[in-house]
Protein backbone atom coordinates (compact mmCIF):
# COMPACT_ATOMS: atom_id res chain seq x y z
CA UNK A 1 0.00 0.00 0.00
CA UNK A 2 1.26 3.70 -0.41
CA UNK A 3 0.20 6.04 1.61
CA UNK A 4 0.43 10.06 1.52
CA UNK A 5 -0.09 12.57 4.42
CA UNK A 6 -1.84 15.85 3.33
CA UNK A 7 -1.03 17.99 6.44
CA UNK A 8 -2.77 21.15 7.03
CA UNK A 9 -1.13 23.91 8.98
CA UNK A 10 -2.00 27.16 7.55
CA UNK A 11 -6.01 28.46 7.92
CA UNK A 12 -7.12 31.52 6.21
CA UNK A 13 -10.79 32.52 6.06
CA UNK A 14 -10.85 31.48 2.46
CA UNK A 15 -8.21 28.92 2.05
CA UNK A 16 -6.07 26.39 3.54
CA UNK A 17 -2.14 25.66 3.29
CA UNK A 18 -0.91 22.14 3.77
CA UNK A 19 2.09 19.95 2.90
CA UNK A 20 2.01 16.71 1.40
CA UNK A 21 4.13 13.64 2.35
CA UNK A 22 4.64 10.02 1.05
CA UNK A 23 5.56 7.76 2.84
CA UNK A 24 9.36 6.05 2.26
CA UNK A 25 10.07 2.46 2.74
CA UNK A 26 12.01 2.77 5.76
CA UNK A 27 8.50 4.55 7.23
CA UNK A 28 10.41 7.88 6.90
CA UNK A 29 8.12 10.92 5.57
CA UNK A 30 9.32 12.38 2.11
CA UNK A 31 8.00 16.15 1.46
CA UNK A 32 6.64 16.35 -1.75
CA UNK A 33 4.75 19.34 -2.40
CA UNK A 34 2.61 21.88 -1.02
CA UNK A 35 -1.41 21.88 -1.20
CA UNK A 36 -4.19 24.33 -0.92
CA UNK A 37 -7.92 24.06 -0.32
CA UNK A 38 -10.90 26.05 0.20
CA UNK A 39 -11.62 27.01 3.92
CA UNK A 40 -12.28 24.64 6.71
CA UNK A 41 -15.82 24.83 8.04
CA UNK A 42 -17.70 22.76 10.05
CA UNK A 43 -20.85 22.80 8.09
CA UNK A 44 -20.18 21.62 4.30
CA UNK A 45 -20.74 24.05 1.73
CA UNK A 46 -20.79 22.76 -2.13
CA UNK A 47 -17.68 24.41 -3.80
CA UNK A 48 -16.59 26.57 -0.82
CA UNK A 49 -15.06 23.98 1.78
CA UNK A 50 -12.03 21.72 2.26
CA UNK A 51 -12.72 18.35 2.28
CA UNK A 52 -12.62 17.12 5.75
CA UNK A 53 -10.34 14.89 7.75
CA UNK A 54 -9.46 11.15 7.19
CA UNK A 55 -8.30 8.62 5.18
CA UNK A 56 -9.18 8.56 1.50
CA UNK A 57 -8.19 5.55 -1.47
CA UNK A 58 -7.23 7.32 -4.52
CA UNK A 59 -8.09 5.92 -8.01
CA UNK A 60 -7.99 7.19 -11.51
CA UNK A 61 -11.20 8.65 -13.29
CA UNK A 62 -10.69 8.19 -16.80
CA UNK A 63 -13.78 10.13 -18.30
CA UNK A 64 -15.05 13.73 -17.66
CA UNK A 65 -13.92 16.98 -18.87
CA UNK A 66 -11.40 17.26 -16.28
CA UNK A 67 -9.39 13.96 -17.51
CA UNK A 68 -9.84 15.11 -21.60
CA UNK A 69 -8.43 18.49 -20.42
CA UNK A 70 -5.81 16.68 -18.49
CA UNK A 71 -4.56 14.16 -21.39
CA UNK A 72 -3.43 16.64 -23.58
CA UNK A 73 -2.62 19.40 -20.95
CA UNK A 74 0.06 16.40 -19.30
CA UNK A 75 0.61 13.34 -22.84
CA UNK A 76 4.01 13.41 -21.44
CA UNK A 77 3.40 11.67 -18.31
CA UNK A 78 1.51 9.79 -19.34
CA UNK A 79 -1.56 11.27 -18.00
CA UNK A 80 -3.74 8.08 -16.94
CA UNK A 81 -6.55 9.50 -15.14
CA UNK A 82 -7.20 12.02 -12.58
CA UNK A 83 -6.39 11.46 -9.14
CA UNK A 84 -9.99 10.90 -7.43
CA UNK A 85 -10.38 10.80 -4.00
CA UNK A 86 -13.28 8.09 -2.84
CA UNK A 87 -16.29 8.24 -0.71
CA UNK A 88 -15.67 12.32 0.58
CA UNK A 89 -18.73 13.30 2.72
CA UNK A 90 -21.12 15.38 0.55
CA UNK A 91 -18.19 15.97 -2.64
CA UNK A 92 -18.27 13.79 -5.54
CA UNK A 93 -15.67 14.48 -7.99
CA UNK A 94 -12.17 15.70 -5.53
CA UNK A 95 -9.48 15.43 -7.33
CA UNK A 96 -5.61 16.11 -6.68
CA UNK A 97 -5.17 19.01 -9.49
CA UNK A 98 -3.29 22.54 -10.30
CA UNK A 99 -4.39 24.98 -9.41
CA UNK A 100 -3.33 28.40 -7.41
CA UNK A 101 -5.66 30.22 -5.64
CA UNK A 102 -8.72 29.13 -3.41
CA UNK A 103 -10.87 29.96 -6.85
CA UNK A 104 -9.20 27.23 -8.88
CA UNK A 105 -10.21 24.76 -5.87
CA UNK A 106 -13.87 24.18 -5.56
CA UNK A 107 -13.35 21.85 -2.81
CA UNK A 108 -10.48 19.83 -3.96
CA UNK A 109 -6.70 19.85 -2.77
CA UNK A 110 -4.38 21.56 -5.60
CA UNK A 111 -0.92 20.99 -5.12
CA UNK A 112 2.28 23.76 -5.76
CA UNK A 113 5.63 23.93 -5.23
CA UNK A 114 6.06 26.77 -3.34
CA UNK A 115 3.44 28.39 -0.89
CA UNK A 116 2.68 32.59 -0.86
CA UNK A 117 0.15 34.80 1.19
CA UNK A 118 -1.67 37.34 -0.56
CA UNK A 119 -2.21 41.11 0.23
CA UNK A 120 -5.41 40.11 1.70
CA UNK A 121 -3.96 37.36 3.62
CA UNK A 122 -4.97 34.30 1.99
CA UNK A 123 -2.77 31.48 1.06
CA UNK A 124 -1.52 30.54 -2.62
CA UNK A 125 0.45 28.28 -4.22
CA UNK A 126 3.17 28.69 -7.18
CA UNK A 127 4.47 26.27 -9.71
CA UNK A 128 1.50 24.35 -9.46
CA UNK A 129 2.20 22.21 -13.20
CA UNK A 130 5.12 21.41 -12.20
CA UNK A 131 4.31 20.00 -8.71
CA UNK A 132 1.46 18.05 -10.47
CA UNK A 133 4.20 16.54 -13.34
CA UNK A 134 6.55 15.40 -9.99
CA UNK A 135 3.54 13.91 -7.77
CA UNK A 136 1.15 12.24 -10.50
CA UNK A 137 3.75 9.34 -11.37
CA UNK A 138 4.33 8.62 -7.93
CA UNK A 139 0.93 8.06 -7.26
CA UNK A 140 -0.94 6.85 -10.75
CA UNK A 141 1.74 4.30 -11.38
CA UNK A 142 0.75 2.05 -8.42
CA UNK A 143 -2.93 2.50 -8.89
CA UNK A 144 -2.50 1.62 -12.34
CA UNK A 145 -0.12 -1.77 -11.20
CA UNK A 146 -3.33 -2.33 -8.60
CA UNK A 147 -1.58 -1.13 -5.75
CA UNK A 148 -4.07 0.23 -3.40
CA UNK A 149 -2.61 4.57 -2.60
CA UNK A 150 -4.30 6.24 0.37
CA UNK A 151 -4.51 10.10 1.37
CA UNK A 152 -4.46 10.92 5.11
CA UNK A 153 -5.58 14.22 5.90
CA UNK A 154 -4.90 15.50 9.24
CA UNK A 155 -5.03 19.28 10.63
CA UNK A 156 -1.92 20.30 12.50
Known amino acids: MVTVILERY ?3 SDSTLGRLWSINSTGERDFECFTLEDERR ?3 IAGETAIPTGTYELKL ?6 HEKYLRKFMELPHRGMLWLQ ?11 VGNTDDDSEGCPLVGQTPAVTERGEFMVYKSTAAY ?11 SDG ?7 KDK
Open 133 to 143: RALYPKLAEPI
Open 42 to 44: EIK
Open 10 to 12: GFG
Open 147 to 153: EKVVLQI
Open 61 to 66: RTEGGM
Open 87 to 97: NVPDFEWVYLH
